[in-house]
């Protein structure tokens, strides 16, 4: 079983509509988790951090579910310019290292 | 604030050549990170260094070395390229428990 795993996709979701991913994670140590957006042959931006009363910013909402070891993002009204790849990472403080998914594609249809 | 940057952004080598790709970031982070992403694959982590003066390994160290002589840049080494290494390599940046910022990438063509 992958450390971090992500639906690869696509998501094919018309112009408007709400989205959501899913991101499982294996080891329960994990203690930072983080959501990350990659535009073809760009480098990976960091979206948002996931707490664990969950936070929102503007239409993208991310939660954690620590006791089923998993994260979640929410897109409302989606744009055009959502279509991305998207990238979920998770990090134990003991250790330095970042555990990436392989990301969602995600492409808005107008 | 320019973040992490990177140089070059783009270089073709020849096989057996060497260079060396410079990261440098001004937000003081303790953390920096080499990755490669190849076409349509996710991110695989080449070095990382949690300070200055070190260095360790990640999944795909061979054919590589780093240093990490002062705390704002960390420096990938190819010192014989080959077609395998050709790839998109990305420099990230990082403090304890906070997320990685990435440098725009270079692109590296071996022929």
């Known amino acids: 079983r992958k450390e971090v795993e992500q639906d690869p996709g696509p998501f094919n979701v018309p112009e408007g509509a709400t989205v959501a991913f899913n991101c499982t994670y294996s080891?329960?140590?994990?203690?930072?988790f983080f959501w990350y957006r990659q535009d073809c042959r760009k480098e990976p931006k960091l979206l948002m951090s996931?707490?664990?009363?969950?936070n929102e910013d503007g239409r993208f909402t991310a939660q954690l579910n620590r006791a089923s070891q998993y994260i979640s993002l929410l897109i409302r009204d989606s744009k055009l310019s959502d279509s991305a790849t998207y990238l979920c990472?998770?990090?134990?403080?003991?250790?330095?290292?970042?555990?990436w998914g392989a990301g969602t594609k995600l492409i808005i249809k107008p | 604030n320019a973040g992490v940057t990177q140089t070059p952004k783009f270089r073709v080598l020849k096989t057996g050549q060497s260079m060396t790709l410079l990261c440098a970031q001004d937000?003081?982070?303790?953390?920096m990170y080499w990755y490669r992403q190849d076409p349509g694959m996710g991110l695989r982590l080449i070095h990382y260094?949690?300070?200055?003066?070190?260095?360790a390994k990640g999944e795909v160290p061979d054919g590589y070395n780093v240093s990490r002589l002062k705390k704002q840049n960390f420096l990938l080494g190819l010192e014989s390229a080959a077609p395998s290494q050709t790839s998109v390599y990305f420099c990230?940046?990082?403090?304890?428990?906070?997320?990685?910022?990435f440098g725009q990438g270079t692109r590296l063509t071996v022929v």
């Open positions: 990230a940046s990082r403090d304890r428990q906070d997320g990685a910022f």
């Open positions: 937000m003081n982070h303790e953390y």
């Open positions: 260094s949690v300070g200055e003066g070190t260095t």
């Open positions: 080891n329960s140590a994990s203690q930072s």
């Open positions: 996931v707490y664990s009363s969950g």
């Open positions: 990472v998770v990090n134990m403080d003991s250790n330095y290292q970042l555990i």
